[in-house]
């Protein structure tokens, strides 16, 4: 009998995770999370067409989703990483108490406020391990913003 085991699980990068890109370009945590999603029918980014960068201050949360999803596949961030992400990307119906399809959800949030209330509330029950998290996801995203909105020039 075993008690207590838990295998991979999706969310959880395997013991030999490397945050590179490997030879395929793939990240073996990355696409086993995907191909996982893509198997039990959760939306990938490969199922919405390429959009233009995200505006962090007013995204659904289908874009917060796939901006999340493209980042995880190019490498550039890990499973764990993206965890304050994909929190934001949930949505209960309080009259139903299930989940509201992001796909057809087109409410608009402003993701960098929803962090900035996050880190105080984190800060404000002394949860220290939280806040760290948040900001760094905050940090992710302004630094993310700025590079989409940087102009680069060749002459």
């Known amino acids: 009998m075993q008690i207590g085991s838990i295998g991979q699980h999706t969310y959880f990068p395997s013991a030999g995770y490397s945050r590179g890109p490997l030879a395929d370009g793939a990240n073996t945590a990355s696409s086993a999370a995907a191909g996982t999603a893509e198997a039990s029918g959760v939306p990938t980014s490969k199922d919405s067409p390429s959009a233009a960068p995200i505006d962090f201050t007013s995204a659904t949360r289908q874009e917060l989703f796939d901006w999340m999803n493209g980042e995880i596949r190019a490498g550039r961030m890990t499973v764990q990483e993206s965890a304050p992400f994909l929190a934001m990307t949930l949505k209960l119906d309080p009259a139903t108490n299930k989940q509201v399809d992001m796909a057809t959800d087109t409410q608009r949030y402003d993701f960098t406020q929803r ?29 993310y ?4 909105l940087s102009i680069d020039v060749v002459v």
């Open 145 to 148: 913003q700025q590079q989409a």
């Open 115 to 143: 962090l900035r209330d996050g880190i105080e509330g984190a800060r404000w029950r002394h949860d220290r391990e939280a806040a760290e998290r948040l900001e760094q996801a905050l940090e992710t995203m302004l630094r």
